[in-house]
Structures are given as C-alpha cells and as structure tokens.
C-alpha cells in the first residue's frame, strides 16, 4: 500500500523551531522529488520547498527562505523539513507530495501531481 505520513506538527511560539517529517511506506522515496506544501485557511495551497531526487537539489519560496531546511534520507524513506525563526503567517497545514514526473522542482513546488500525505498541522502563536 502506497502511504506517504507527515508527523512532527504543533504548536509553537513565534520564533521557535518544528521539524516535519515526511515517510513513505509502499514505494521508494528516492526515486521521487519531494515536495512540502501548506494550506492556511480560507488561502490557496503553496509549496514551500522542494528537493529533487538523485542529487537532492533544493527550491524554497520566497517567503521560507534562510529559515526552513528540506532535506532527505533515501535510507529511512523519508523527508524531512526543519523549520525555524517560525511566524503566524506560518500557521497552516503542511503536506508532503512524491513526484516521479522528469520536471524542474521549482515546477514540482508549483503544482505537485502524484501521492500526498493526509497533513500535519503547525500552528504559532504565542
């Protein structure tokens, strides 16, 4: 069965630091670009970062830039993202998404076609 599960999702104050994780069961992460995406109510879905396989390289928004880190372990089938210096504004739901598609990640970050996770939700407030 193929599943990818987000966990490591809370609360936090603004400031602080949260670390998503992002593991597949099912298939092999590897093979796949990663991509994180968050919801905040009532706003469309954005991506945040993204990391291609192989190489593992990397693309963030604009807006995450110099505080969230995404990175991967093929070993653990997992994918993680290290968020600090959080904001409100960072408050949402946060996804992860596999793409084997043979495309640019900044694309995979615009819009990701494949398997999703259910979500983990980050909230900060103080």
């Known amino acids: 069965q193929v599943q990818l599960v987000e966990s490591g999702g809370g609360l936090v104050q603004p400031g602080g630091s949260l670390r998503l994780s992002c593991a597949a069961s099912?298939?092999?992460?590897?093979?796949?670009?990663i991509g994180w995406f968050r919801q905040a109510p009532g706003k469309d879905r954005e991506g945040v970062s993204c990391i291609s396989r192989g190489v593992g390289s990397t693309y963030y928004a604009d807006s995450v830039k110099g505080r969230f880190t995404i990175s991967r372990d093929n070993a653990k089938n997992t994918v993680y993202l290290q968020m600090n210096s959080l904001k409100p504004e960072d408050t949402a739901v946060y996804y992860c998404a596999a793409d084997a598609r043979p495309v640019t990640i900044a694309s995979i970050c615009r819009a990701s076609e494949g398997y999703w996770g259910q979500g983990t939700q980050v909230t900060v407030s103080s």
């Open positions: 099912g298939f092999t992460l590897g093979y796949y670009a």
